[in-house]
């Protein structure tokens, strides 16, 4: 059986690293970027951080800001017009998921024409051409977007969550400063560092999980349990911030190659449908899926306990797994995640077309246990 692990070409890391983006563009002979960022971004002066480098090198640029949080065919669609009309020949995504996401559907679409409606672009598609040259500088630590082989777009048309899976999307450069999540506010970064845990933790546990994808997945769940707290409590940490923002990367080196599980596969669906915040909807079901996957996960739950600081010494193998979903519960509690769907809005006469939808979604099978439509629905029960 052979395994395959694939990874950007560059990334830069620490405080500061966006001054070597003028570098970057000049050693891969590119002239001019369109910049892809959201307005709320903008607003705060984040996308500014970037926009400045690019000013005192005198690299042009144009912004390209119509991203919703959860971007859709239609943000694509605009965004590739907006890439024509700019003779741009590089994308610079600055943001989170979103902002990502949005720049590969762009680039993809930019340089294989034929996936114009962007709805053929679901699942694994055939593009034959790498996408537009794009730079990411990621403005969260959770989705780990810059150094992934995956977008999520949603589909206006059937409201559905499109998880695009392509090798020739990665960035072809990451550049993860964590001065630029100074200013991320108190709950985006819980929910995103929390989306980052569960990157980690599903693609630890996911059916195609191996030797190299389980070295990183542990080294994130050990860092992000140690760092998120402090990101959370005291935000200009350094410490925290840096710890956060290698740690969500190195889960997404990872999961991007052995794939994610049940968790993401119904938290979709309550963004599509519902505008749930994705790392929100990932972090309130993750401790009841890993309930539930319990049966075939004890040993390496009792190895996440461990990694996450818990002292399982004479626990038995299940009650060392045990522990591991109670780490998570906690966690996700102290940094103020709801616990219940109900608390964001969700009612019970919701749950079927969720569950008809995740039971769809491209990361349901790599779950480790086999799951039904029921007892999805029982699930989504147990968190409502």
């Known amino acids: 059986m052979s395994q395959r692990f694939i990874m950007n070409e560059v990334s830069y890391f620490g405080a500061g690293c966006r001054k070597e983006l003028p570098g970057v563009l000049h050693r891969m002979g590119l002239k ?46 605009q965004g590739v017009e907006a890439f024509k009309a700019s003779g741009a020949d590089c994308l ?24 114009s409606d962007i ?37 206006e048309e059937r409201q559905a969550k499109m ?32 989306d980052a845990l569960t990157h980690a933790i599903e693609g630890y546990i996911t059916k195609g999980a ?13 860092m992000i349990a140690e760092h998120l707290p402090t990101a959370v409590e005291e935000p200009t940490n350094p410490v925290g911030r840096e710890g956060m923002a290698l ?22 669906p309550l963004g599509a449908l519902f505008d749930v915040p994705h790392g929100v909807a990932n972090a309130l079901l993750l401790p009841t899926i890993m309930e539930f996957n319990m049966p075939l996960c004890i040993e390496k739950y009792g190895v996440i306990a461990r990694a996450m600081g818990v002292d399982t010494t004479g626990m038995t193998a299940e009650q060392a797994a045990q522990a591991a979903v109670d ?46 439509e029921a007892e999805i629905i029982e699930l989504y029960k147990k968190v409502l």
């Not at 191996?210 to 050990?222: F, R």
């Open 327 to 372: 780490a998570v519960k906690a966690l996700s509690v102290r940094v103020g995640i709801p616990q219940h769907l109900s608390e964001i809005g969700i009612k019970e006469e919701h749950i079927p077309a969720l569950a008809a939808q995740a039971i769809a979604d491209v990361c349901t099978p790599g779950n480790p246990r086999d799951v039904t």
């Open 247 to 268: 740690a969500q990367y190195i889960a997404a080196q990872a999961f991007s190659n052995v794939g994610l599980g049940l968790v993401h596969g119904m938290a979709h």
């Open 32 to 77: 001019k970027a369109l910049v892809c960022s959201d307005k709320g971004l903008i607003r705060v002066g984040t996308t500014k951080m970037v926009t400045d480098v690019l000013d005192e090198a005198s690299f042009p640029y144009e912004i390209y800001s119509e991203i919703k949080p959860n971007p859709t065919v239609s943000n694509v669609k």
């Open 92 to 115: 610079i995504a600055i943001g989170g998921g979103s902002s990502m996401d949005t720049a590969k559907g762009i680039g993809i679409v930019s340089n294989n024409p034929e996936f």
């Open 119 to 155: 709805v053929s672009l679901e699942g694994c598609a055939p593009t034959r051409h790498k996408s537009v040259p794009i730079i990411a500088l990621p403005t969260t630590a959770g989705t780990g977007a810059e150094v992934t082989i995956n977008y999520v777009i949603i589909d």
């Open 163 to 194: 998880v695009c899976v392509d090798p020739n999307d990665i960035p072809a450069v990451a550049i993860v400063d964590p001065e630029l999540m100074y200013s991320l506010p108190k709950g985006l970064t819980a929910a995103t560092g929390m």
């Open 210 to 222: 191996w030797v190299m994808s389980d070295m990183y997945e542990l080294q994130a769940i050990k």
